[in-house]
């Protein structure tokens, strides 16, 4: 039974509920304390700065008034820019479950932006332990405060506004469990602020456009905007890093981009909500990967990846290999991200 709130409002997250289903990993890491305090933040300054001057605040800068009426018939524009992948040609979804696929798409999306964050705001407060440089610790600290608004604001619109959740993502959940057992820091921000908040950032822009109430769209929008700066806190801290790796750790960092990559493509076929709605998952997920939209939106998502891959020299062949293999970039893509440098 779900809990009351202090209004009388049903509650969908409950401690009942989230008790079934918590992701307890134990990690050895090595914390370390830097001393030295006189680099005044070189290439991180800029980055700071801005970060400090756009706080936000998710209760008052939200105007959180709308009433969202999940389920509610969906205008024709809205239907447009909505998902409209389920009316493609092939498309496993009956026309009279247009509106309700729209909608478990949006709550979909927005669930597993909501794990993103907290996995976000989990793997970045341990980088501010294990990073050895000072300037790095006080950013990521920053970049903390800003996952707690994401966080906040997520939650707090799933809880209030749609009223439908859903699970973190199989591949989601596996890449948190490895990123927060991981001990080597550069592999965090690799997993993390490369690859989830890469897809995030580009996700949150899409759906910033495409969601259909003005408070998601609002939440997203603002979202981006942090979002870029995290993506830019990854390529500072990675860039040039792997020039003086060993072959081997350098293997190393390539095999876990291979598998989160493959994990990550495996997220946007959409399984659990082909499950909710009782559509064949088998037809659902083919559907998703071979439909042009569905493909064309995936290497859309996964261009700012291979645009940070290549800036951190991690656009390596077999990576390239994967990606074209799972229909997440074209030659073009890895084309358009060398002229971009
Ligand atoms: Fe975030
Ligand atoms: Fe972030």
């Given at each position: 039974?779900?809990?009351?709130?202090?209004?009388?409002?049903?509650?969908v997250?409950?401690?009942?509920?989230?008790?079934?289903?918590?992701?307890?990993?134990?990690?050895?890491?090595?914390?370390?304390?830097?001393?030295?305090?006189?680099t005044?933040?070189?290439?991180?300054?800029?980055?700071?700065?801005?970060?400090?001057?756009a706080?936000?605040?998710a209760s008052?800068?939200?105007?959180?008034?709308?009433?969202?009426?999940f389920?509610?018939?969906?205008?024709?524009?809205?239907?447009?820019?909505?998902?409209?992948?389920?009316?493609?040609?092939?498309?496993?979804?009956?026309q009279?479950?247009?509106?309700?696929?729209?909608?478990?798409?949006q709550?979909w999306?927005?669930?597993?932006?909501?794990?993103g964050?907290?996995g976000?705001?989990?793997?970045?407060?341990?980088?501010?332990?294990?990073?050895?440089?000072?300037?790095?610790?006080?950013?990521a600290?920053?970049?903390?405060?800003?996952?707690?608004?994401?966080?906040?604001a997520y939650?707090?619109?799933?809880?209030?506004?749609?009223?439908?959740?859903?699970?973190?993502?199989?591949g989601?959940?596996?890449?948190?469990?490895?990123?927060?057992?991981?001990s080597r820091w550069?592999?965090?921000?690799?997993?993390?602020?490369?690859?989830?908040?890469?897809?995030?950032l580009?996700?949150?822009?899409?759906?910033?456009?495409?969601?259909?109430?003005?408070?998601?769209?609002?939440?997203?929008?603002?979202?981006?905007?942090?979002?870029?700066?995290?993506?830019?806190?990854?390529?500072?801290a990675?860039?040039?890093?792997?020039?003086?790796?060993?072959?081997?750790?350098?293997?190393e960092?390539?095999a876990?981009?291979l598998?989160?990559?493959?994990?990550?493509s495996?997220?946007f076929?959409?399984?659990?909500?082909?499950?909710?709605?009782?559509?064949?998952?088998?037809?659902?997920?083919?559907?998703?990967?071979?439909?042009?939209m569905?493909?064309?939106?995936r290497?859309?998502?996964?261009?700012?990846?291979?645009?940070v891959?290549?800036?951190?020299?991690?656009?390596?062949?077999?990576?390239?290999?994967?990606?074209?293999?799972?229909g997440?970039?074209?030659?073009?893509?890895?084309?358009a991200?060398?002229q971009?440098?």
């Open positions: 039974m779900a809990a009351n709130d202090q209004a009388g409002t049903p509650r997250f409950t401690l009942e509920q989230a008790g079934q289903d918590m992701l307890a990993v134990d990690a050895a890491i090595r914390a370390l304390m830097n001393f030295d305090y006189g005044r933040f070189g290439r991180l300054r800029d980055l700071y700065e801005r970060s400090k001057s706080q936000w605040n008052t800068d939200i105007d959180w008034s709308y009433d969202v009426a389920g509610a018939p969906l205008s024709a524009g809205y239907g447009m820019r909505m998902a409209p992948f389920a009316a493609s040609p092939g498309s496993p979804v009956p009279e479950l247009w509106n309700d696929f729209r909608w478990q798409y709550a999306m927005v669930n597993q932006f909501l794990h964050e907290q976000a705001l989990l793997t970045t407060a341990r980088l501010v332990e294990t990073v050895p440089d000072m300037a790095a610790k006080v950013y600290a920053a970049q903390v405060a800003d996952e707690a608004r994401h966080v906040e939650a707090r619109y799933v809880d209030e506004k749609l009223r439908v959740t859903y699970p973190i993502n199989p989601l959940r596996t890449l948190m469990r490895d990123l927060l057992s991981e550069d592999i965090v921000y690799l997993g993390m602020q490369v690859i989830v908040e890469g897809l995030a580009a996700a949150t822009r899409i759906a910033s456009a495409g969601f259909g109430d003005p408070i998601i769209t609002s939440i997203t929008k603002m979202i981006a905007r942090d979002e870029a700066r995290h993506v830019s806190f990854g390529v500072i990675l860039q040039g890093l792997y020039q003086d790796m060993t072959s081997r750790e350098y293997a960092r390539e876990f981009l598998e989160a990559i493959h994990l990550m495996q997220r076929l959409l399984r659990e909500i082909w499950e909710r709605m009782d559509i064949d998952p088998a037809r659902g997920i083919q559907f998703a990967c071979t439909d042009p569905m493909v064309g939106f290497q859309l998502l996964f261009r700012k990846v291979v645009q891959l290549r800036q951190v020299d991690l656009l390596t062949v077999p990576i390239r290999d994967l990606m074209l293999a799972e997440l970039a074209t030659p073009q893509t890895f084309a991200a060398a971009a440098g």
